[in-house]
């Protein structure tokens, strides 16, 4: 029978996939989307009679990536992502017109991305180098993200939200493989 920290290592590997299919899905039904006209969460608006295909992905998502953020946490490989995937559960629950949407929304991406920086300084710590490089990239991706939205590169806040999105579940890999070769 498959322990709870090997099941939360396996979905941490999953992560990067389960969010590309779901994603995927939402997508196609919204087919008025655009990924530099929107902010993700558009797809959830209240204002948007299928909604509950995004909201309902999010919330699923954010369960599964808790089980993935508790296992790192038991493993000395998170302190804080736990409570950032509450952070997303609540961006699910709370479509953009209410005002915990936001601020949700911006901790969740905070959280992560701290937790990723501070994490990768104890692995550098212990000897594994590559936990500095994932502290720096936690910290540039922040910096990118925040210049993508000052900047107004995009009309829409979705390639920010995917930059950060995608260090985020690249970490997941990252913590899930050091996590089954017994990290």
């Known amino acids: 029978m498959m322990n709870l920290q090997h099941l939360a290592s396996y979905i941490s590997l999953s992560l ?3 969010f590309i299919l779901g994603l995927a899905l939402v997508i196609h039904a919204n087919p008025w989307f655009s990924l530099t006209g929107n902010a993700l ?8 009679p299928v909604n509950y295909y995004f909201n309902g992905f999010l919330m699923a998502f954010a369960a599964l990536s808790f089980i993935a953020a508790i296992g790192a946490l038991r493993n000395g490989l998170s302190y804080i992502m736990p ?3 509450v952070f997303l ?3 699910g629950v709370f ?9 949700a929304a911006v901790l969740f991406y905070v959280l992560a991305l701290a937790d990723i920086a501070i994490i ?3 692995l550098g710590r212990n000897g594994i180098s590559a936990g500095y490089a994932w502290s720096v990239l936690a910290v540039l991706t922040f910096a990118l993200m925040l210049y993508l939205v000052k900047a107004r590169v995009f009309k829409g806040l979705a390639i ?6 995608a260090t985020i579940l690249a ?5 899930g493989l050091l996590q089954l070769m017994g990290f």
């Open 16 to 18: 990067p996939v389960i």
């Open 41 to 48: 969460s558009d797809m959830g608006s209240t204002r948007n």
């Open 83 to 85: 409570l950032a995937m």
């Open 89 to 91: 559960f609540l961006v």
């Open 95 to 103: 479509p953009e017109e209410y005002a915990p949407h936001a601020p």
């Open 120 to 122: 990768g300084i104890k």
């Open 160 to 165: 920010p939200e995917l930059v950060g999105a």
């Open 171 to 175: 970490w997941f890999l990252y913590i």
